[in-house]
């Protein structure tokens, strides 16, 4: 049975840093896109991040290039998502996903392309 599990989030101060995990279980990260999402309070899910298993290239949301790293351990079948220089902006709960219709990310990144999603992890940012 395919499943995720996030980890990770917390609270941090703006300018902080956090490390998201997202590990699978019953299928390899590394034959499908992995994604990661965020979803504010009143707001819809976005995505945030894809690594493609095709050829490991990246996607990032325009708010977030330069300052989150999406990378992927296939002896662990864990996906990070390293986030520097946190905003309050960046507050919401992040979501990993799975598309396991394909191994390369789809642009725009839209959430029913992925279908097998974790639980969510919280992160705020907030002095």
């Known amino acids: 049975q395919v499943h995720l599990v996030e980890s990770g989030g917390g609270s941090v101060q703006p300018g902080g840093s956090l490390r998201l995990s997202c590990a699978a279980s019953?299928?390899?990260?590394?034959?499908?896109?992995i994604g990661w999402f965020r979803q504010a309070p009143g707001k819809e899910r976005e995505g945030v991040s894809c690594?493609?298993?095709?050829?490991?290239?990246?996607l990032y949301a325009d708010s977030v290039k330069g300052r989150f790293t999406i990378s992927r351990d296939n002896a662990k079948n864990t996906v990070y998502l390293q986030m520097n220089t946190l905003k309050p902006e960046d507050t919401a709960v992040y979501y990993c996903?799975?598309?396991?219709?394909?191994?390369?990310?789809?642009?725009?990144?839209?959430?029913?392309?992925?279908?097998?999603w974790g639980q969510g992890t919280q992160v705020t940012v907030s002095s």
């Open positions: 690594k493609s298993a095709s050829d490991g290239s990246t």
């Open positions: 019953g299928f390899s990260l590394d034959s499908y896109a």
């Open positions: 996903a799975a598309d396991l219709w394909s191994p390369v990310c789809r642009t725009p990144m839209e959430t029913a392309d992925f279908n097998s």
